[in-house]
């Protein structure tokens, strides 16, 4: 019962370096997510997926690239770490858009960057 | 642009009493809509959905009433237990945008004893 699960759990960063947050989910879903969540906010879509080969914005995509070669995995790319980007990042999945499934996340990653 | 929000930042129950969440939302084209329990280091676990269609869905101790005529969600939790503390997240889902959820700021829960 893995579920959604996200890599790694914690990561401090200095400014200007690049990082890749992990992704993966074993429930055949289609649609994958990308959030980040600030200290007492809501969460705030960054990218999403479709399906293998298919990425779009969601509000927030400035400094984020996605890329999804697989149904399995969608990794989150930071090029140039800035301080703005410190926040917990969260990767959601769901089966498809039709029906309306709910999204199901991954515990998050905390990201600080200095 | 089009949001969901929150009344009250942060509810305190006794322990054993009922809990009301509640959530405004502004879009009226809005078609589904879900609630989330975030406890702390976690990410948010989906607790009940209910479709535009339908007023009211009931789950085990959780309850979500829809009133589309103001625009009003709420969560009702039976017999609050410790364990139900944690952050309530509500969110709209606009089956048209590609199944995008915007997220309310979410309501903080503290359970006493």
């Known amino acids: 019962n893995a579920g959604v699960t996200q890599t790694p759990k914690f990561r401090i960063l200095k400014i200007g370096q690049s990082m890749t947050l992990q992704c993966a989910q074993d429930?055949?879903?289609?649609?994958m997510y990308w959030y980040r969540q600030d200290p007492g906010m809501g969460l705030k879509l960054i990218y999403y997926?479709?399906?293998?080969?298919?990425?779009d914005k969601g509000e927030v995509p400035n400094g984020y690239n996605v890329s999804r070669s697989t149904t399995e995995d969608f990794p989150l790319r930071l090029e140039l770490a800035a301080p703005s980007q410190t926040s917990v990042y969260f990767c959601?999945?769901?089966?498809?858009?039709?029906?309306?499934?709910?999204?199901?996340f991954g515990d998050g990653t905390r990201l600080s960057i200095l | 642009g089009e949001s969901v929000g929150l009344h009250l930042p942060t509810l305190s129950v006794q322990e054993g009493d009922n809990s009301i969440i509640n959530c405004a939302y502004s879009?009226?084209?809005?078609?589904?809509f879900i609630w989330y329990k975030q406890e702390s280091g976690k990410g948010p676990q989906f607790i009940i959905d209910?479709?535009?269609?339908?007023d009211k869905r009931q789950g085990q101790r959780v309850t979500v009433l829809l009133n589309k005529t103001v625009k009003h969600l709420s969560l009702q939790i039976a017999a609050t237990q410790p364990g139900d503390s944690a952050v309530y997240f509500c969110?709209?889902?606009?089956?048209?945008?590609?199944?995008?959820?915007?997220f309310g700021g979410g309501t903080r829960v503290l359970v006493k004893p």
């Open positions: 959601a999945s769901s089966k498809t858009a039709r029906n309306n499934q709910p999204q199901h």
């Open positions: 429930m055949n879903h289609n649609y």
């Open positions: 997926s479709v399906g293998a080969g298919i990425t």
């Open positions: 879009n009226s084209a809005s078609d589904y």
């Open positions: 209910i479709r535009s269609n339908m």
């Open positions: 969110a709209e889902n606009l089956k048209a945008a590609g199944n995008k959820l915007t």
